[in-house]
């Protein structure tokens, strides 16, 4: 066996890198992590997406050199405790689960820098994700959180936030504060206006707004003269001012899009 592979059975092989970092077991029809995993301990990308899995077992958290994890469309209702130890993690994606919490252990994964929490059941997540300053991307949509989360106003390096899909009917002013965002996604929330400060943001190239309540489109959108895609459709608009199509090179809009059909 070639080095670094560890006990692999033979049908997995040809999904483990010849020097055992990289092990891709996405879409298996996979019910249990496979024990062999524990022995590659130089592991860093570990892909576990589209699977059946509904726990992760313990020993997992001894891979410590592991940078990358995908657990994402499993059948997972909790993760452990221990996730947290796995500090040299950059990229935890936990999508389309069926949590309804996550530790405050994540809190300690500081060189994080993408983190997918979205499509779950979650109607809170921990302060201690505030910590996460490293944090570039953020993915909270698809939950039912009814408000945005107050540490998030710590994460002020992030480029892409998205919130779609929960029940939101506010957002802050701090986050106008997030200014090196670039993509914001706020659709398919109970939001029936947007305020001014959001005309702060000017490196936003993506704002989707579709699918709340809105009634006008506010003037300080032509502040965000880096925009490239706005989305307005599922609202309750029935005039797009002329200067809109001036500002943005691809414009989506619609009084009837349904957002359901998204």
């Known amino acids: 066996m070639r080095r ?11 999904s483990v890198s010849d020097d055992g970092t990289t092990v891709r077991l996405g879409s298996r029809r996979l019910d249990s992590v496979p024990k062999w995993l524990g022995n590659l301990t130089a592991l860093a990308l570990l892909d576990l997406r589209y699977n059946r899995l509904t726990a992760v077992p313990d020993w997992l958290g001894n891979l410590t050199a592991l940078t990358m994890l995908d657990l994402r469309g499993n059948q997972l209702t909790a993760v452990p405790d221990w996730l947290g130890n796995l500090s040299a993690l950059t990229t935890l994606d936990l999508r389309g689960n069926q949590l309804t919490a996550v530790p405050e252990s994540l809190g300690s994964l500081t060189a994080l820098r993408a983190l997918d929490l979205g499509v779950n ?12 300053t490293a944090l570039t991307e953020l993915h ?44 914001l996604d706020l659709h398919g929330n109970q939001l029936t206006a947007v305020p001014g400060w959001l005309g702060n943001l000017t490196a936003l190239r993506v704002l989707d707004l579709s699918g709340n309540q809105l009634t006008a489109v506010p003037d300080w959108l032509r502040n965000l003269t880096a925009l490239t895609m706005l989305d307005l459709g599922g609202n309750q608009l029935t005039v797009v001012p002329g200067w809109l199509g001036k500002l943005i090179t691809e414009l989506r809009w619609s009084s009837t899009h349904d957002p359901s059909s998204r």
């Open 121 to 132: 059941q979650l109607t809170a997540v921990p302060e201690s994700l505030g910590n996460l």
């Open 4 to 14: 670094g592979r560890g006990d692999v059975p033979p049908e997995f092989r040809s």
């Open 140 to 183: 909270l949509g698809g939950n039912q959180l009814t408000a945005v989360p107050g540490w998030l106003e710590n994460l002020t390096a992030l480029t892409t936030l998205d919130l779609h899909g929960n029940q939101l009917t506010a957002v802050p002013d701090w986050l106008g504060n997030l200014t090196a965002l670039r993509v």
